[in-house]
């Protein structure tokens, strides 16, 4: 008998690191273990060599394909910087589509619109979700809360999700009140489904409730939540194997076990001058080993921005006088991108004072490393609360919520803290704990594996368009 046709699945992330890593390991995962077929949609990237790679690894499965799409006109697109609200047009989908037909389409938040080129084919689109649970259940609940508030948040305290933890105002910036974000998370619900990257017992409450409470119930055009899978953490497995690579993992083999605080804010974050000075006196007052990736200090704006860009980046024109000599024993700077997930995964590496990225959220527990909590930016604030509040993965920076200069007495404190405190010990306990969850999620019959196989399990059933 003729074999059906393999299924075709298209992928399309939005712009930036922390979307694109995740899409396209699930895809080689979908390729792999599922053996579909996946069309990988790709805007140019204008970021380091290094993310590039990362973006386009040098060998990949036949079935998987990386179409190269033409640079985005932003021509009609108002640039923010926050990334909650500019991004890209979405790309001509709607052409590849027909030209090689596919059975489903799987989108990233920023390019929700496409729904309408797939509606008008007849093919389902899914969300994937690169971030927390969290941040889902408000994007659902928003619409309804800006509708009680009359979009005046000033007096609110609290965000009480329904069926949810409460979390105080403070800790979420402000930007995730932006009202410009509302046609595109109400479209989260038209979706077929939404694949989550977290694991059920990361986020129990959370998921439970986006379950049983219809948020948008009482907000055309969608009826209720669509279906939640929980399929992760999906996180980059394979780095490129670099100079600075070998140079960190060689230092690290030196290192006592858990000794290490790894410094990073990201593929993005950069810091002021002055943030960068306290930050570097903080080590050295800490007397623990580090790791710490630096970027170019970004002074037009007080703590931090989003798309600073790198260019030139020589460390001795902006560390403190003398600094690179006096912890030479002890730490390592890496200027401008580190190996995360091979620092992460080494036994020397016991914390990691992190911008509490959801990728790097996702690749900190499951290598069983504790957290320092410094959010910046998005919704980094709302992950750094569920972090250290909820389920006591990290320690809290105090001041960073306030988004004021963190002093180097308090960044020594934390440091000092996460690797040989009492505080840091119950933490490094939990995070353990996760870990184990985390890797059970992922093991054969685990929760995200199964609930990944009913989601491919599903598409291959889907009626042909
Ligand atoms: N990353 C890296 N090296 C760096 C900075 C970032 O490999 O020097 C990777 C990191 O491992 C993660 C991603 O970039 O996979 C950052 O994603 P995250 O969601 O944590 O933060 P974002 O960059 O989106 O703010």
């Given amino acids: 008998a003729a074999q059906p046709p393999q299924p075709h699945i298209t992928i399309l992330p939005s712009p930036g690191l922390g979307h694109v890593t995740p899409l396209l390991e699930l895809a080689n995962h979908l390729v792999t273990h599922h053996s579909f077929k996946v069309s990988f949609l790709l805007y140019p990237s204008d ?51 027909i030209d090689h037909p596919v059975t489903v389409l799987v989108v990233d938040m920023f390019f929700i619109d496409a729904i309408d080129v797939a509606n ?60 410009r974000v509302l046609p595109m998370i109400t479209r989260f619900a038209e979706v077929a489904g ?18 049983e409470n219809p948020f948008f119930v009482q907000r055309p055009p969608a009826t209720a939540t669509p279906p939640v899978y929980t399929v992760g953490p999906v996180i980059k497995m ?52 580090f790791i710490w990736v630096v970027r170019r200090p970004i002074d037009s704006n007080a703590s931090a921005t989003y798309f600073g860009g790198d260019g030139e980046n020589n460390p001795v024109e902006y560390l403190p006088e003398g600094f690179l000599g ?14 995360q997930v091979a620092v992460l995964s080494h036994l020397s590496t016991g914390g990691f004072l992190s911008h509490c990225g959801w990728n790097s959220v996702l690749e900190s ?75 059970r999620a992922l093991d054969c019959g685990g929760s995200s594996s199964l609930s990944l196989s009913q989601v491919a399990q599903s598409w291959k059933t889907q009626p042909k368009n």
Avoid at 68 to 80: E, G
Avoid at 239 to 258: S, Y
Wanted: proline residues 8%.
């Fill in 47 to 97: 970021s380091s060599t290094a993310s590039d790679q990362l973006c386009r690894p040098a060998t990949l499965p036949s079935d998987l394909h990386i179409i190269d799409l033409p640079p985005p006109d932003f021509s009609n697109i108002a640039v923010d910087d926050n990334d909650f609200v500019s991004h890209p047009p979405i790309p001509p989908v709607c052409t590849l589509i």
């Fill in 120 to 179: 008008e084919l007849s093919i389902p689109t899914y969300l994937f979700f690169t971030s927390s649970t969290n941040l889902l259940a408000f994007s659902f609940y928003f619409p309804t809360l800006d509708q009680e508030l009359n979009g005046d948040f000033s007096d609110l305290q609290m965000i009480n999700i329904p069926g949810c933890k409460g979390m105080p105002v403070t800790d979420m910036f402000d930007i995730l009140f932006d009202r």
């Fill in 194 to 211: 939404i694949l989550v990257n977290t694991w059920e017992e990361l986020e129990p409450i959370t998921l439970h409730a986006m379950r």
């Fill in 238 to 289: 394979n780095e490129p194997v670099t100079e600075t690579t070998h140079r960190c993992l060689t230092w690290l083999d030196k290192q006592p076990q858990n000794s290490v605080v790894y410094v990073s804010f990201g593929s993005g974050g950069t810091l002021s001058s002055e943030q960068i000075i306290e930050l570097a006196w903080g080590l050295e007052l800490s007397k623990q080993r």
């Fill in 326 to 339: 006096r912890t030479k024993e002890v730490g390592l700077v890496v200027p401008s991108w580190g190996p």
């Fill in 365 to 439: 527990i499951p290598n069983g490393v504790p957290m320092i909590a410094w959010p910046l930016y998005a919704e980094q604030g709302m992950n750094s609360w569920f972090l250290v509040e909820d389920i006591g993965v990290a320690v809290r920076a105090v001041g960073a919520e306030q988004r004021s200069v963190m002093r180097r007495e308090e960044v020594a404190r934390v440091v000092r803290m996460v690797v040989e405190g009492e505080e840091g010990k119950v933490t490094r306990c939990r995070t353990i704990e996760l870990q184990q969850s985390a890797k």
